[in-house]
């Protein structure tokens, strides 16, 4: 029997028809899209269809990237008693093969008296479905094939996988041939440029470095460091001509006031106009570095920072940021992100001494909260129950509440959780109820 995608899903849906029929191997097409848990909910979920219709189940994965979306593969085959027989790959194509014995699926329901009792019914009420033979031929004999078996990946693998095929999918599928990024020094932009080097190549990704009078020379050494380590081209275009004429033009109507966000963002939205030029002059697309926890939050400059074609981690918390370039660099067995890249309290360099904690919470308070609030819709009330600070949970939930017209102006990204902002997660940007 042939299913297609949610066919399969649905415990009396098409695949019991089929097997009432008498169907004895029943093949999934399916484009089931990824988030971090899915493969294991996945193929438990498949391993009840098979034990339930007493049958060989085939689960066809597609692998690919489709704009935010990431479908990875993982194919496998269960047998009619729930058992896994054979997996492919994950985020790569490959021919899964396997031997299966259909005479077991015979001998199984001679002992199984579910199916007989449902066909029954099922002709008692004029529903029995039709049985079609394509071929009555037995197939030639010859040797038994070991069955393709590949173990899964471990979490951050699978994680940065997901990254890494998303982005190289959108790159190539949109006919761009390379990528340019600006690199801050930070930890996001140093993972952003590093996911693109494994995507599309070396020779592909250009690194923009943009000091401002605010900038640390620490910042553009680890910006140095990490191009050099990457193989990347990188560009020094400073913004202070700019910002200077910036703060000249707007002097007459910024007189009497204390400078603030409005001049931090002004260094942000030159930025971008930059990288915007860049992407204009010579083709690239610009792969933009804000995180999930920046979004959510909307600790981000409009047509700046959020400036571009491609956001690779938007849905990736900051604390997983940091995993993810742990990850990588055990991979690489050497410091393929600076260490100093890791070990400095994040900041965006608006202005002096800033540190991100100067507005956000510190980011292993920020994430917790942020998934009970964004990922698993936990009210107010529940994340107290929790024993998080009341007023500290209130400030969250109104950063994320009141920025979701920042979001709805931000490119797409790979999702890598169940619940991305975008089509997962998308609610009025009007909306005068305040709870």
């Not at 008296?113 to 029995?128: T, V, Y």
């Not at 340019?180 to 070396?202: F, K, M, P, Q």
């Not at 050099?228 to 009497?256: C, D, Q, S, W």
């Not at 890598?416 to 709870?435: C, K, M, S, V, W």
Request: charged residues 25%.
């Amino acid at each position: 029997g042939i299913t297609i995608c949610e066919d399969i899903w649905y415990p009396a849906g098409p695949a019991t028809v089929e097997a009432l029929g008498g169907a004895e191997l029943i093949v999934n097409i399916n484009a089931s899209p990824y988030h971090a848990g899915k493969r294991e909910f996945r193929e438990r979920m498949i391993a009840v269809r098979a034990s339930d219709a007493v049958a060989f189940m085939a689960y066809v994965n597609m692998v690919g990237g489709q704009d935010g979306l990431v479908f990875d593969g993982y194919s496998v085959i269960f047998n009619q008693e729930g058992e896994l027989l054979a997996r492919g790959k994950g985020f790569e194509e490959e021919l899964v093969v396997a031997d299966l014995v259909l005479e077991d699926v015979f001998r199984t329901r001679l002992h199984d008296p579910r199916l007989r009792k449902e066909r029954f019914l099922a002709m008692a009420k004029g529903d029995s479905p039709s049985v079609i033979v394509v071929s009555e031929e037995a197939a030639p004999p010859r040797p038994f094939l070991s069955p393709t078996f590949t173990e899964p990946m471990p979490l951050l693998e699978e994680i940065y996988s997901a990254l890494v095929l998303g982005t190289r999918d959108y790159v190539r599928k949109n006919g761009f041939q390379k990528v340019v990024i600006g690199l801050s020094g930070g930890i996001d932009s140093s993972l952003v440029a590093t996911v693109a080097v494994d995507a599309i190549g070396r020779e592909n990704v250009i690194g923009v470095f943009m000091p401002s009078r605010y900038s640390s020379e620490g910042s553009r050494t680890d910006a140095e460091k990490l191009a050099k380590n990457l193989g990347i081209e990188l560009t020094v275009i400073p913004i202070e001509p700019a910002f200077k004429a910036y703060l000249e033009m707007l002097e007459p109507h910024f007189r009497g006031t204390e400078p603030g966000v409005a001049e931090e963002n002004i260094q942000a939205r030159i930025r971008g106009n930059i990288l915007m030029a860049l992407s204009n002059k010579f083709g690239w697309l610009v792969l933009t570095t804000g995180n999930k926890s920046e979004l959510a939050c909307g600790y981000a400059t409009l047509y700046g920072d959020m400036a571009g074609g491609f956001a690779v981690i938007k849905d990736v918390p900051k604390t997983l940021v940091y995993e993810l370039a742990r990850w990588r660099n055990s991979r690489a067995g050497y410091d393929l992100i600076p260490e100093s890249v890791l070990q400095k309290p994040p900041s965006a360099e608006l202005r002096p001494d800033q540190k991100d904690t100067d507005t956000l919470p510190p980011y292993e308070v920020l994430d917790p909260i942020l998934e009970k609030y964004v990922e698993e819709d936990v009210s107010l009330e529940g994340i107290l129950s929790l024993g998080f600070d009341e007023g500290l949970v209130r400030r969250v939930i109104s950063m994320v509440d009141r920025n979701e017209y920042k979001r709805r102006q931000a490119p797409p990204g790979v999702k890598i959780t169940h619940r991305a902002f975008g089509e997962d997660r998308r609610l009025p940007i009007t909306n005068r109820y305040r709870g």
